[in-house]
Nanobody
Framework: QVQLVESGGGLVQAGGSLRLSCAAS????????MGWYRQAPGKQRELVAR???????NYADSVKGRFTISRDNAKNTVYLQMNDLKPEYTAVYLC?????????????WGQGTQVTVSS
């Protein structure tokens, strides 16, 4: 069983920065993709950024140039550095990973961490 522990959310003023972390725990896990989604009240969950095991990254257009995703494979941890934050980025940010075992992929979600950007 894989567990995800997120940290780093909080309240910040517009233009500020936050760094989110998500650590995956479990025995012998092979993580393919690590990423972050967000969900604001009344809106659908959307991909913010993701990074593959080969370090290929993808970003939502709205965060390109502001957010940077990275991962530490030795620690099974993914980070999201968020700079120049905007009020419209306010949402619950959820960690998401895809693992593989015996030719089967598994998806796991974190519990979410609140990011609030004040104007």
């Amino acid at each position: 069983q894989v567990q995800l522990v997120e940290s780093g959310g909080g309240l910040v003023q517009a233009g500020g920065s936050l760094r989110l972390s998500c650590a995956a725990s479990g025995s012998d896990i092979s993580i393919n993709v690590m990423g972050w989604y967000r969900q604001a009240p009344g809106k659908q969950r959307e991909l913010v950024a993701r990074i593959t095991s080969g370090s290929t990254t993808n970003y939502a257009d709205s965060v390109k140039g502001r957010f940077t995703i990275s991962r530490d494979n030795a620690k099974n941890t993914v980070y999201l550095q968020m700079n120049d934050l905007k009020p419209e980025y306010t949402a619950v940010y959820l960690c998401h990973i895809v693992t593989s075992a015996s030719f089967t992929e598994y998806t796991y979600w974190g519990q979410g961490t609140q990011v609030t950007v004040s104007s």
